[in-house]
């Protein structure tokens, strides 16, 4: 096991159902990403560089089956 000094949290992140049109489930999927990358940097950001932030990626966005 290693040692571990870095300090424990516990966050919640709600689930989300998502419904409607294709184009509408995108559009949701798109504001929760979005969301959830600026929480990752502030969660990042508390702990002073032992986390590093990752870049955006600006590929494709998965298309539904």
Known sequence: ??????????YVIPA???????RDV???LDQFVE????FRQVVAS??????KVAPRQ???P???R
Do not use: C, F, K
Request: net charge negative; proline share 6%.
């Open 1 to 10: 096991m290693h040692g571990n000094n870095q300090a424990s949290a516990t």
């Open 16 to 22: 989300r159902t998502l419904s409607g049109t294709p």
């Open 26 to 28: 995108v559009e949701e």
């Open 35 to 38: 969301s959830l990358l600026a």
């Open 46 to 51: 508390e702990h002073h560089g032992s986390v």
């Open 58 to 60: 600006n590929g494709s």
């Open 62 to 64: 998965p298309t539904a």
